[in-house]
């Protein structure tokens, strides 16, 4: 397994003072959710609850949902933990199933 580096991107001027929950579902161990996340925990100043769930049933569009599942966050289990706990705000909290 190569090693997982990041590199903070610059996003567009995005205000998202009104966003108080966020759920993501589905590979949320690749790069860029990671890279998603931490800039929304950096800019989302209401945010309350930032939830991880890689959990086999995903959304395909048009209604339909499938419980197909790629196995995609086969390494560790603890990466988006180590990966976002020093940015998550005080009154947010990190959620990982």
Avoid at 49 to 55: C, D, L, Q, V
Avoid at 88 to 97: A, R, T
Wanted: aromatic residues 12%; positive net charge.
């Amino acid at each position: 397994m190569g090693r997982f580096q990041r590199r903070r991107r610059n996003y567009a001027k995005f205000f998202h003072n009104d966003l108080k929950f966020v759920e993501l579902h589905g590979c949320v161990c690749s790069k860029n959710v990671i890279e998603l996340a931490s800039h929304m925990l950096r800019k989302a100043n209401s945010l309350k609850k930032i939830t991880f769930s890689s959990r086999t049933k995903f959304y395909t569009g048009a209604g339909r949902w499938t419980n197909v599942s790629d196995d995609c966050c086969w390494f560790e289990r603890n990466l988006i933990h180590k990966m976002l706990k020093d940015e998550v705000p005080n009154q947010c909290q990190l959620i990982i199933f």
